[in-house]
């Protein structure tokens, strides 16, 4: 936020308008290589499908790759590659049993997203 001042010219005597910072300005920032990871994990973050399958992730212990696509409403392919772009983000992890994968969530990489903004580090 800025405040606005007035002072007089020496030539013509009409004000002028001074705008003087009110804060003191902010050092901490997210370092490069942190602002690269959380940008990664913001992108496997920014389809709507994707979001859906984190919500049903994190609310369970684990979920079929099968249910998943019933819950986001996609097919099986369309499902198995959002679940890709978010494991290769690390915020999910997956376990073949059988013809089915089973997938988690990784909840310490979502907290990493909360605390790196918060601390700028």
Not at 3 to 24: D, E, I, M, Q, R
Not at 83 to 100: D, H, M, Y
Request: proline share 4%; net charge neutral.
């Amino acid at each position: 936020m800025t405040t606005k001042t007035s002072l007089p010219t020496k030539a013509s005597g009409t004000p002028l308008t001074v705008l003087t910072a009110c804060c003191a300005p902010v050092d901490s920032a997210v370092a490069d290589d942190a602002a690269q990871s959380l940008a990664t994990m913001f992108k496997a973050l920014s389809d709507p499908a994707r979001v859906k399958a984190m919500s049903m992730l994190l609310n369970a212990e684990e979920v079929c790759a099968c249910d998943i696509a019933d819950g986001i409403g996609k097919s099986q392919a369309t499902a198995s590659h959002h679940l890709s772009i978010l494991r290769k983000a690390g915020l999910v992890t997956g376990e073949k049993r059988g013809t089915w994968v089973y997938y988690r969530a990784v909840p310490e990489r979502l907290a990493a997203i909360g605390d790196a903004l918060a601390l700028g580090t």
